[in-house]
């Protein structure tokens, strides 16, 4: 189970970063590349190594949807801020110890517009979260 997990945020990731347009997704786009291309594989284990921090995040979500007997999905559309700071506490938090100084830089760089792209993906987190925790 995992693994699915896994393999649909990663493509979750690649999905948004392919929408993104204008300037600010060029920049986007450049800095995932950079992250790709540190090492094959590297998104995945980065995905694998957050995966619990971000479940941890996002179980709030889960339980008051459960107390208002609606989707989670539903809830995080409905708060897609709220949503981006709980996952954006996460990566910043891992941040801190980050042995990648490229990673570190590029990170910081893109962090000041990270809370309305996060906020952009909800509609896919949204959906992942309905299917692996409904």
Do not use: W
């Amino acid at each position: 189970m995992r693994g699915k997990v896994i393999d649909d945020a990663c493509r979750v990731l690649d999905e948004e970063v392919a929408d993104k347009s204008g300037l600010g997704g060029i920049a986007v786009k450049a800095a995932y590349g950079l992250v790709k291309g540190i090492k094959p594989g590297f998104i995945r284990q980065a995905v694998d190594h957050l995966l619990d921090e971000f479940l941890d995040a996002m179980d709030p979500f889960v339980t008051e949807a459960k107390s208002k007997n609606m989707k989670a999905g539903a809830l995080i559309l409905s708060d897609r801020s709220r949503m981006a700071n709980a996952l954006l506490a996460v990566t910043d938090r891992r941040l801190e110890g980050a042995e990648s100084g490229a990673v570190r830089k590029t990170y910081e760089k893109l962090r000041p517009a990270a809370q309305k792209h996060v906020e952009a993906a909800a509609p896919r987190v949204a959906g992942l979260l309905d299917k692996f925790a409904g």
